[in-house]
């Protein structure tokens, strides 16, 4: 599925979200399990927990009709199977926006297997919202059966305002990925963005905003040199002053970086800037500039994910 979608969500059901998991499995609470596998397939399922009655819980989310989907969900209860040998529950969680059209079974002369697929869409919003004021509970009500969307956004609202500043900056990214889903990203941003007493900046730096106007008036080419010769200045005045090389190294990187951050936003807004923090773990001049011309070249933020995980 695709990628951001699938860091929030999986970041958000690792926080035990108790309604949610409770809906699916009966259990709010249970014991997170390994997911690598070794194997030459590379198999690595997306949430694999251990419940309180000694069974595994498999948990595959998918935004896509995969036409494969049962096999590899096959492939899935074998591997869980043979590393704890314990009783295995799956369900393949379906979040997209088309109808749920995979195949959810296997019926050959000498194999038959089946698995639980689900449409999130089955699960009505108002058993993750009524009386529960667990913000990932309510982050994923987004994606289920809404009798009323600006009721339940305001809900979901709600529920954030009761998070410290930071964590409610960090739960508003996570519902402006997933309403892409749903197509509701201009009423997260009037219902939920707009009123709310924080606003999603990936910095506060005053280097930075001044570069990202500049940006903006001179396109993003210009932006991008503006950023570089700004950290290049800074970080030979830094240098000279400590007589060491490292200030120029250092200068160079946060002008690269500040570069980048300028045109990802112009170039892709707040999806782009998501990827900030992958990309100041890059150790390198070389591979910033490398990904400085893949932000130039590149189609899609899919495109750049790639970039960073090759």
Request: with cysteine; aromatic share 6%; net charge negative.
């Amino acid at each position: 599925m695709s990628q951001l979608y699938d860091i929030t969500l999986k970041k958000t059901i690792k926080n035990i979200p108790k309604r949610f998991l409770k809906i699916l499995t009966g259990f709010d609470e249970g014991e997170f399990l390994d997911t690598n596998f070794p194997t030459v397939q590379n198999r690595i399922p997306d949430i694999v927990i251990k419940l309180p009655d000694i069974s595994i819980f498999h948990l595959e989310l998918e935004s896509n009709n995969e036409n494969n989907m049962v096999w590899r969900m096959h492939d899935y209860y074998s591997l869980i199977f043979q590393r704890d040998g314990l009783k295995i529950r799956q369900i393949l969680l379906y979040v997209g926006n088309e109808p749920l059209r995979m195949a959810d079974r296997i019926q050959h002369e000498t194999l038959n297997y089946s698995c639980v697929f689900k449409d999130i869409r089955d699960i009505d919003c108002s058993e993750l919202l009524d009386g529960n004021n667990n913000p990932d509970d309510a982050m994923l009500a987004i994606l289920c059966k809404m009798k009323d969307t600006i009721a339940t956004l305001r809900a979901i609202r709600e529920r954030f305002m009761l998070l410290p500043e930071k964590e409610q900056k960090d739960y508003l990214v996570g519902l402006k990925n997933l309403a892409r889903l749903r197509g509701l990203t201009s009423l997260v941003k009037t219902e939920v963005e707009d009123k709310m007493p924080v606003t999603i900046d990936i910095s506060n730096d005053e280097t930075y905003l001044a570069g990202k106007r500049e940006g903006k008036e001179e396109g993003l080419l210009e932006g991008l040199l503006v950023g570089e010769k700004k950290g290049m200045l800074e970080g030979e005045k830094r240098g000279l002053l400590e007589g060491e090389k490292r200030g120029l190294l250092e200068g160079e990187k946060r002008g690269l970086l500040e570069g980048i951050e300028v045109a990802l936003d112009i170039k892709y807004g707040y999806e782009g800037l998501f990827l900030m923090d992958d990309i100041r773990k890059i150790g390198t001049i070389e591979k910033l500039e490398a990904f400085k011309e893949a932000v130039r070249k590149a189609a899609s933020v899919n495109e750049l994910m790639r970039f960073l995980r090759g």
